[in-house]
């Protein structure tokens, strides 16, 4: 089954303690992106790829970072942690090639976060 | 930087009647999303928008695109209970993607 999984799918963390999320997609999709919904905002970019070794800021970059080794993977690291960024967490995936540059995304399940 | 805005933000209403969310959007864009988003899920794609004057319909959905207003909008006809959930607009500029904060649907029986 195509699929975009995350993991974990919840986390209960504290101020300061480095954590990752992974995200790993069995499409073969060169594109990947990060984003974090809050209530009252919607959605917003943290990072993207565009394909491996490749990956550019989003939106909301500040306090994350991201790493692109494997076209699979594409994980997310906190890498000190603070109460803002108590979200909940998705990662998509979506095909680059020309025939498919304007396909939808498909998005993983979410990670809630909270971060005490 | 690309500002997307969705009105209204919650919505109630009854079976059987139509209305309409809009979404406009602050600068020029290659392409214009429409998703849906049930409680506790992930989001799930419904539309994509690519050129002016672009209409897509899928059931009671109908969603199109101005882009000179740079207005889409997502018609619900005729709405039934199955679909009360959050429904989301974004916009797309190269590979970035601006997110509206969302319309939560309810539609009361």
């Known amino acids: 089954e195509a699929q975009v999984t995350q993991n974990p799918r919840y986390l209960i963390t504290v101020t300061g303690k480095k954590l990752t999320v992974t995200c790993s997609q069995n499409?073969?999709?060169?594109?990947m992106s990060w984003y974090r919904q809050d209530p009252g905002l919607g959605l917003r970019q943290i990072y993207y790829?565009?394909?491996?070794?490749?990956?550019d800021k989003g939106d909301v970059p500040e306090g994350y970072k991201v790493s692109r080794k494997e076209k699979r993977n594409f994980p997310l690291i906190l890498e000190s942690p603070s109460p803002n960024q108590t979200s909940l967490y998705f990662c998509?995936?979506?095909?680059?090639?020309?025939?498919?540059?304007?396909?939808?995304?498909?998005f993983g399940p979410g990670t809630r976060l909270t971060v005490l | 930087e690309l500002k997307v805005e969705q009105n209204p933000l919650f919505l109630s209403m009854q079976e059987g009647k139509n209305y309409t969310i809009y979404c406009n959007y602050s600068?020029?864009?290659?392409?214009l999303y429409w998703y849906r988003q049930d409680p506790g899920k992930s989001l799930e794609s419904l539309f994509v928008?690519?050129?002016?004057?672009a209409v897509k319909q899928e059931g009671r959905l109908m969603a199109s695109l101005d882009t000179k207003a740079r207005l889409s909008t997502l018609h619900i006809t005729a709405a039934v209970h199955d679909l009360s959930a959050t429904y989301f607009c974004?916009?797309?500029?190269?590979?970035?993607?601006?997110f509206g904060t969302g319309t939560s649907l309810t539609v009361i029986p």
């Open positions: 998509a995936s979506r095909p680059t090639t020309s025939a498919g540059i304007y396909n939808e995304q498909f």
């Open positions: 499409m073969n999709h060169e594109y």
């Open positions: 600068t020029t864009s290659d392409r």
């Open positions: 974004a916009v797309a500029t190269g590979n970035q993607f601006y």
């Open positions: 928008l690519l050129s002016n004057g």
């Open positions: 790829s565009m394909n491996v070794e490749v990956t």
